[in-house]
């Protein structure tokens, strides 16, 4: 008997030390079937070499696209995959919640830890400057504008170069002329989900608002009802009264504002760098029918809202998992490192975006090594498959002194529920009152504020 | 079996008779129990205790009392909103909702040439998936000229209207949507019931002179009545519990003009992260509920007819 259990205690240590040496990488960054090329590129690029790395993990690809709606339900039931993708809206309320991983140690080992851009580095960071994500991207909103469109309406230069708008009144009256000549819409607003909120702070920002700020007390005070976003606010409604918008901004969200970009239902519409992707590839714009300008200035300046993506890792992942889980990010390009596997991994980048129809434009630098991104821009420069001067304004503009601004960062998500809100009401009721629904809105918001965050 | 004395051991020995007898019962309803307790007892219960707490992502952390309950009541800016659009939901499912099945299984049970076809015809759209049920009405009811709904509208001379996103609108269509959708399930129960009234009572009142609306008024309406009774009451308890319906037809919108309650419960969970309050409005929904239908179980004693 004694024996037997000698025997069982043994077979289970040396299955329990089996299955600590094996790592075990669920890829949630494996594009979707419906990505037949980026799955391409992943099967014959990134994983054989990382198979090559790392023989001993076993990787396992399980496309997941992050969903505020499904994320806890998997994270209580430990299914998260070991690496994941979300927005830069999210890493605080993971964060909170216990949700992901602490990998500032693996960080510390690879030496990635500085390098990251210090502001994003804030976003993924704790309170006690523990980090818990690295950035893939970063994006920029501006505006995109169909050039097909703008060429039927008469607005091209001798070049055949959208003549386009640098502030809100002047799209009105480009989309005035717009609407007369092709019987497209001026702008697809958002205002079915959050998304509209998320376009309309940016607006807000223009004629000079500041949603939310802390006060002396150290608490925050919600800023919804000032009369800068009454005046965007205004803005928006001159738009919905003169009919420049699509026919029901309330059904329009992300997705199909896209969609009406991308087929000429409507002439533009505000979207980031890193969405070129929809437009063209899914939406079948040709690639050289884009055009992005930066945002509209309103009474104020042009401001861009920037965001973008970071991967984030399971809280169950284990370090040797997390570690594999950076090793894959280093094979696709995406980490401040050079060897010829990332190079390669720029390369493969690059070439899908050629394939598919995508426009190669340079990216956010969300790295501060200089090499890596001198790398990353001369992939870039050699890859382009657009005009220049289609892109050219929006880049200017980001770049300028004072233009970029993060997201607003408290309980971004329910503001921009208040603010879609009222938009729903502007856009539908010419006679709404707009500082009223404003008055509740900040009084609603500040609920949640004073509830969540300055107790 | 010894009846005098140590009593309680004729009982068990009843017990487990009985046990042994109901046996089969028992194994066939096991599956059924297990099922039951585990996606609606056991998450019942444990929304009933979330509601007591503080959550941090599913797990309780904090006990809290009644915060939970006071927040939603007095602090969250959308509750009683949602109230109202849901007993607005119920006024006008019992306004169009009630009515259309009852009519339909009087004009089905009337007609003489036809009635299998028109009875499988009414009943189709229930068969049909909810939400491409609803995807196809969105697609009807859109705002512009290319909803089918503004297309007659055009052709009978009218503007085009946004009828999802016109407050005043929208929940009467959601109703309409919901009502073409279940009518035929309901319109059928109420057929057998008018089937289920002796002929010979109809007979007897032509034979004494009575008219359509004699013996509607009579014999109809009266031997319908607890059947009636039963489905209103139902059909409350069925409509205050809405939810897909405007979460996909209109996100609640516009400006919370079609939000219900079990949408903002989902809000609350699923939006906010926030289980201890979308727990502490689903358990007042829950009460509500119980309420309606101790008032059904009140009223639901047969009339005699």
Redesign the interface.
């Known amino acids: 008997m004694k024996k037997l259990l000698a025997l069982l205690l043994t077979l289970t240590l040396l299955l329990g030390t089996a299955s600590a040496l094996a790592a075990n990488l669920t890829l949630g960054i494996y594009p979707p079937d419906t990505d037949a090329v980026a799955k391409e590129v992943h099967d014959t690029s990134y994983i054989p070499a990382f198979k090559v790395a790392l023989p001993d993990v076993e990787l396992v690809p399980a496309n997941y696209i992050y969903s505020?709606?499904?994320f806890?339900?998997l994270?209580?039931s430990g299914k998260v995959p070991t690496i994941f993708e979300t927005w830069y809206t999210e890493p605080q309320?993971l964060i909170?919640?216990?949700?992901v991983a602490d990998i500032t140690d693996q960080l510390t080992e690879l030496g990635w830890l500085d390098k990251i851009n210090p502001s994003i580095r804030a976003l993924l960071s704790d309170e006690n400057g523990r980090v818990y994500g690295i950035p893939r991207d970063g994006y920029a909103l501006g505006l995109m504008l169909n050039a097909e469109v703008f060429a039927d309406a008469g607005l091209v230069d001798e070049n055949g170069i959208p003549l386009f708008p640098k502030t809100w009144d002047e799209l009105i009256e480009a989309g005035k002329v717009i609407k007369e000549k092709t019987g497209s819409a001026a702008l697809c607003l958002l205002?079915?989900?959050n998304a509209g909120g998320w376009h309309f702070s940016n607006i807000a920002w223009t004629f000079g608002a500041k949603l939310q700020h802390k006060d002396e007390a150290d608490k925050w005070q919600a800023q919804l009802n000032t009369p800068e976003v009454v005046a965007a606010m205004t803005m928006v409604q001159t738009l919905a009264k003169k009919g420049l918008l699509t026919?029901?901004p309330?059904?329009e969200n992300w997705g199909t504002g896209f969609a009406a970009l991308g087929t000429g239902s409507a002439a533009m519409y505000i979207a980031a760098n890193d969405a070129v992707m929809q437009p063209t590839q899914n939406n079948g714009l040709p690639v050289d029918k884009l055009m992005m300008v930066g945002m509209p200035a309103g009474s104020d300046r042009s401001y861009s809202l920037s965001g973008g993506t970071p991967y984030m890792f399971s809280a169950n992942a284990t370090p040797e998992e997390i570690m594999a889980a950076l090793k894959y990010v280093e094979i696709m390009g995406k980490a401040p490192v050079l060897t010829e596997a990332s190079k390669a991994g720029l390369v493969a980048d690059a070439e899908y975006r050629v394939d598919a129809g995508i426009p190669v434009i340079p990216n956010f630098p969300v790295w501060t090594d200089e090499e890596f991104n001198a790398a990353q821009a001369e992939v870039v420069a050699k890859y382009s498959n657009v005009d220049a001067r289609m892109f050219q304004n929006y880049f200017d503009t980001v770049k300028s002194e004072g233009n970029l601004r993060m997201e607003e960062p408290m309980e971004t998500?329910?503001m921009y529920?208040?603010l879609?809100?009222?938009l729903?009401?502007v856009?539908?009721?010419p006679e709404a009152n707009i500082q009223a629904?404003l008055d509740?809105a900040d009084?609603?918001f500040q609920?949640v504020l004073d509830?969540n965050i300055n107790k | 079996m010894n009846h005098t004395g140590w009593g309680a051991r004729p009982t068990r020995d009843g017990s487990w008779h009985r046990l042994k007898k109901d046996l089969g019962a028992w194994l066939i309803m096991l599956p059924g129990l297990a099922l039951f307790t585990f996606f609606v007892w056991l998450p019942l219960l444990s929304a009933i205790r979330m509601s007591f707490y503080k959550t941090?992502?599913?797990?309780i952390t904090e006990f809290v009392g009644t915060y939970n309950y006071a927040?939603i009541l007095y602090?969250?800016?959308?509750f009683w909103r949602a109230v109202q659009n849901t007993f607005m939901y119920t006024l006008w499912s019992l306004l169009i909702g009630f009515v259309v099945p009852m009519a339909l299984a009087v004009m089905v049970h009337e007609t003489r040439r036809g009635k299998s076809l028109f009875r499988t015809g009414l009943y189709l759209p229930n068969i049909m998936p909810a939400l491409a049920t609803i995807f196809l009405w969105?697609f009807l009811f859109?705002?512009?000229g290319s909803g089918g709904v503004n297309m007659l509208f055009q052709q009978l001379g009218f503007a085009p209207t946004?009828w999802?996103?016109?407050?005043s609108l929208v929940i009467p269509v959601i109703v309409v949507i919901m009502t073409w959708k279940g009518a035929g399930a309901t319109m059928l129960i109420y057929l057998a019931g008018l089937q289920s009234i002796n002929q010979e009572i109809y007979e007897a009142a032509i034979i004494d002179g009575a008219g359509v609306w004699g013996r509607i008024k009579h014999i109809t309406i009266p031997q319908m009545y607890n059947l009636g009774r039963t489905l209103l009451i139902l059909q409350v308890i069925a409509v205050f519990q809405i939810l897909y319906e405007p979460m996909v037809l209109?996100?609640g919108?516009?400006?919370?003009a079609s939000v219900s309650l079990m949408q903002l419960v989902y809000r609350h969970a699923?939006?906010?992260?926030d289980?201890s309050k979308a727990s502490s409005i689903s358990v007042l929904v829950s009460l509500v509920l119980i309420a309606l239908t101790l008032v059904y179980n009140s009223i639901s004693r047969p009339k005699e007819v």
Do not use: C, H, I
Request: charged share 30%; glycine share 8%; proline share 3%.
């Open positions: 505020g709606e499904t806890t339900a994270a209580e309320k909170k919640n216990k949700q205002a079915q989900d026919s029901d309330t059904s998500q329910v529920a208040e879609t809100k009222v729903q009401e856009v539908t009721n629904l509740t009084a609603n609920t509830e | 941090e992502g599913m797990r927040f602090k969250d800016p959308d969105k859109r705002a512009d946004s999802l996103s016109n407050a209109t996100g919108g516009p400006n919370n699923f939006e906010y992260g289980y």
